[in-house]
């Protein structure tokens, strides 16, 4: 049997999970959680991250992100690896969401570091504790890949994954690289390019939301076929990236809006420091999910 210390990660498209709260917000749904795991594994996803940024691992205590990767381990039961989001962490707080992880049967913990300062033996620490896909990202802004990421991942095998949302021009030098780790979009707009440029997938907040059209246009662009894999982004996907998310802090109310429409979840409350979508922006996410046929037509919304 694999230990969690033998974890391999492909490539394909992984989901960020979004946290699903009771009608007050001041407890986290499970039931919701349930259908939200069951309709994006149905699609056919590779993997789920919980309680990443879209998770609103900022907006969550450590006794929520507890239950909350615990539940959806239990609830996946071994059909795709599951990762924890740990964002915008340092030492202290990242060793202690590492070891919920770990306890909890997470495979990997998906992490963006806070700071700047002491990259390579934060890392190494976190990797001893679980399984790391590393983040091209700070709270500072992004990491060289060459200088900063490509070392670490080259010294430690508990790497298991690399995520890049900062610099994704580097997915180009990225394929002479000769990885045995998948490197996977983490900027749902530039999917495509990505592909094209070697990525070997997505962790994408759009796969919450429209996980078979990320699943197809995956599997168009391991076919090789180039031309429906343009037509198909352009057509079937850009236009709810978008306009759903891409507008920070009102991004994952707008993505919870669509799974509420959709019966996915069932309410749309979210946390600091993300706000609830201004009605006229989830009138026209709204009226473009029809258009597109990510929704049918919905009673009692806001159109």
Known sequence: MTSEKDIHLKGGVYTLLLTPFNKDGSKFDPLSM???IDY????????????????????????????????????VNGRVPVGLGAISVDLDEGIKVARIAAKQ???????????YQ??????LKMADEISV??????????????KDVLPIVRSCDRIVAMKVSGDVGSFDA???????????????????ITYGAGSDGVVAGSAAVM???EVALHKLVKEEKWEDARNYFVEQMLPMIAYGGQLLPYNYSTMKHI???KGVIDHVIVRPPYRVAYDWHLREVELLAQKMGIIGSVENTLV
């Not at 495979?107 to 700071?115: P, R």
């Not at 002491?118 to 890392?123: D, Y």
């Not at 990225?174 to 495509?192: F, H, R, V, W």
């Open 34 to 36: 349930n259908r939200q």
């Open 40 to 75: 994006v594994l149905d699609a056919g996803v590779n993997g789920l991250v919980a309680c990443g940024k879209a998770g609103e691992f900022e907006g969550l205590n450590l006794n929520e992100i507890e239950q909350v990767i615990s539940h959806v381990v239990e609830h």
């Open 105 to 115: 049967g997470a495979s990997f913990a998906m992490v963006k570091k806070k700071s």
């Open 118 to 123: 002491n990259l390579r033996s934060f890392f």
């Open 133 to 146: 896909m590393i983040y091209d990202m700070t709270d500072n802004g992004s990491l060289d890949i060459q």
């Open 174 to 192: 990225l394929k002479t690289e000769a990885l045995t780790i998948p490197c996977l979009c983490g900027s749902d707009m530039y999917t495509l």
């Open 211 to 213: 996980p078979e059209r």
């Open 259 to 261: 799974l509420k429409w």
